[in-house]
């Protein structure tokens, strides 16, 4: 028995030490070339793609609300796919994008337009209440499509950067007919980050909290 492990101790500390080096390799950098195929569950600190990745945000008509500053009234058809703007009037939408996303391109699909009927604007607004367009879409005169669906891209972006530290950001939706409603369906944002996971602001600093409360996330 005592020869047994005589002969068996060696080869237990070889591969003692040849696990110790692999783990302190790993622990460094590891370029997997191929697929990797794990059984059990990954963790990391923090994933970044290699390579920034395009991802599509989309805001579905049904986020649009009333823009109660202008006394605007909205509908959502009696359900929750899309929004109707009455004529003249406009609605607003949240836009949550992640930290440092670069936007590249905005879509929007409608319900059919009259001509010059849209005006959809991406706002980067400013905490003391003003705001630059990021994306100016209009809908052409004559109209470039008159039936559902209707969609308008543009690639046109202005301080494509998302900066959620000094910025928020949000859809802005102008019904310009006089007399037509105007319906959206959803507005498709395209954007390229290196981050995974799903689209989260940053935090935000210098906020107190009340008691209780944790609005930094």
Sequence with gaps: MRAGLRKALPVLVAFLIGAMFVGAAWATTT???GNLT???TVKAKKFVYAHAQTVLYNVP????TADTFNGT????????????????????APVQLPQGAIVTKVTVVTDGLTDGQMSLHLESNTFA?????MVDIESPTPSACGAAPCTLSTTTIAASTIDNKTRTYGLWLFNNDGLADLTLIRVAIYYKVTAAGPAAAGRLTGVVDAPGTDSNG
């Design 61 to 64: 008509g049904s986020a649009f």
């Design 31 to 33: 370029l997997v070339r």
């Design 73 to 92: 009234a909205v509908g959502h058809n009696d359900y929750s796919g899309e929004v109707v703007v009455p004529a003249g009037n406009d609605a607003v």
């Design 129 to 133: 209440g003003s705001h630059d367009d």
């Design 38 to 40: 794990v059984s059990g």
